[in-house]
């Protein structure tokens, strides 16, 4: 079973940086690909980053991959997921999500989600 919990969100300036985590306090965290997903108010959900099961395969959307801002990592022994975001800008605001399934690799959204961290960036 996974139960995954986001955090590390909050309010901060255009230029800065946040690196979001998602623990699952469940046993299987290590058999999922795992990847981040976003969801603006009034936009569909958007897809922002997949790592595979052991963290040696990552995908990002062209949308995202270009500007090089993200970076998205896994420390299996913590059972932890990572975001990392530099040069963060007002676009970025958003309630990002983590999830968890075989597909997310190739940014389909997974079975399992955590409850969101809200990510405000201001101008």
């Known amino acids: 079973q996974v139960h995954l919990v986001e955090s590390g969100g909050g309010l901060v300036q255009a230029g800065d940086s946040l690196r979001l985590s998602c623990v699952d306090s469940?046993?299987?965290?290590?058999?999922?690909?795992m990847g981040w997903f976003r969801q603006a108010p009034g936009k569909e959900r958007e897809f922002i980053a997949a790592i595979n099961w052991n963290g040696e395969s990552t995908y990002y959307p062209d949308s995202i991959q270009g500007q090089g801002r993200f970076t998205i990592s896994r420390d299996n022994a913590k059972n932890t997921l990572y975001l990392q975001m530099n040069s963060l800008k007002p676009e970025d605001t958003a309630v990002y999500y983590c999830?968890?399934?075989?597909?997310?690799?190739?940014?389909?959204?997974?079975?399992?989600w955590g409850q969101g961290t809200q990510v405000t960036v201001s101008s």
């Open positions: 469940g046993r299987a965290f290590s058999v999922y690909a």
């Open positions: 999830s968890a399934g075989f597909k997310v690799i190739a940014g389909i959204p997974g079975d399992y």
